[in-house]
């Protein structure tokens, strides 16, 4: 390339870098003005409905300033139905503002007329008609949707109002019922009485049961304590087992169980008809109940092998 040719290749150059440099500035802005011109989210509202279908009430926190004539656009989801003929409206900082439904896209648009409304103004919308139907039993939660738009239709915000129509779940379950008894002991030996010493030999009964209200045990008896040829051994009546006396009968302990006042003190007759001995207020765990069996002879107690049959049972209470 000759001399003369670079020159004219260096001015032509120089002529041209400013012309794509100012393209590219202003390239720049108009990207840049687009960026912050498109619309912003906002926070989640609410949509309530005041009966079937009833009062529709959306409220929002507004995020950017919109003008007279600006337009906020109410959007329902497939289960309600925009109701065409509806006219009522009632929206914050707004006398007159205009509505127009739009049954074919589910929408409702709201017309700003007399003054704006402010970025962060909190803003309540309600319509006694705004939809003719609504199914609550789709969804239990679910959304309209929210856009905002200036008075050249530029869109500003966008979000969503939720409503609530049955988001809890009742989960139940039963606990079984259950009561038992153990006894470490089915069998007393009192052994060969003396009329020196009180023979004496102890059982332990362990409760268990989750009543709420709690159990009741009863003992029982077959009998007295007799023989073969019905002599008995006279049950205890003034409270002690003493040696040298002809006496039998039992004293009852407990522990995590209220023992019945029959039974509470010193020691007692066996009854033959069921009776209480010992009862809780509420459920149980390991309780325990010791019975201890006593018995003396006198010089003139008729000798043979004498028995009875003591039944303890335990019943919830009602």
Known sequence: ????????????VQKILPVLSFTLILALAVFITDKAAKAAKLGDGTWAQGGAPGT???????????????????TFPSTA???QTGTNISITGQTSPVRTN???DNTVTLTLVDGTLDASLAVTITMTDGISAYTTTTYAQESLAINTQDSSDTPQDFG???????NTTTVTASVP????IAVDDTSIELGTLSTASVSEATQTYTVNSNNQTGVTLQIAADDHLNDASSNTIDAVSDGTVSAGAEEYGIAV???GLTIDATYITGDNEIVQA????ASSAGSVSAATMGITYKSSIAGTTVAGSYDQVVTITIATNA
């Open 81 to 83: 139905s925009v109701d």
């Open 1 to 12: 390339m000759t001399c003369l040719k670079q020159l004219k290749y260096k001015k032509t």
């Open 160 to 166: 969503v109002a939720l409503i609530t129509n049955d």
């Open 177 to 180: 019922l259950f009561v038992n």
């Open 253 to 255: 302990s407990g522990t």
């Open 56 to 74: 529709t009430t959306v409220t929002f926190t507004n995020t950017t300033a919109l003008d007279a004539s600006s337009d906020v656009i109410i």
């Open 274 to 277: 069921a009776d209480d001995i």
């Open 102 to 104: 739009n049954t074919v």
